[in-house]
């Protein structure tokens, strides 16, 4: 069973930046692709970013320029780079594990952008 816990959200001001963590455990994490998703206040989870087990790399177009998703095969561990934060980006952002139809969430770790 896969598990992944998310960390490095926190209280941050607008034009701000943060940077997630997500580890991985119980699998082998260069098969999985590894994606980002958010969920903001009274609003349904949207997917934000993806690194793909072969490499790749894609964004949602709110984030592109602004966000930077990246990972350590070493440390199972995948990173977003939250740039240039606005309002909108609050929420609880999730990690998600995906291989063969199967996806993994972790509980989320919370950004919150206020001035």
């Known amino acids: 069973q896969v598990q992944v816990v998310e960390s490095g959200g926190g209280l941050v001001q607008p034009g701000g930046s943060l940077r997630l963590s997500c580890a991985a455990s119980g699998g082998i994490f260069n098969m999985y692709d590894m994606g980002w998703y958010r969920q903001a206040p009274g609003k349904q989870r949207e997917w934000v970013a993806v690194f793909g087990s072969e490499g790749g790399t894609r964004y949602a177009d709110f984030v592109k320029g602004r966000f930077t998703i990246s990972r350590d095969n070493a440390k199972n561990t995948v990173y977003l780079e939250m740039n240039s934060l606005k309002l909108e980006d609050t929420g609880v952002y999730y990690c998600?594990?995906?291989?063969?139809?199967?996806?993994?969430w972790g509980k989320g770790t919370l950004v919150t952008v206020s001035s």
């Open positions: 998600n594990a995906h291989r063969n139809g199967m996806g993994y």
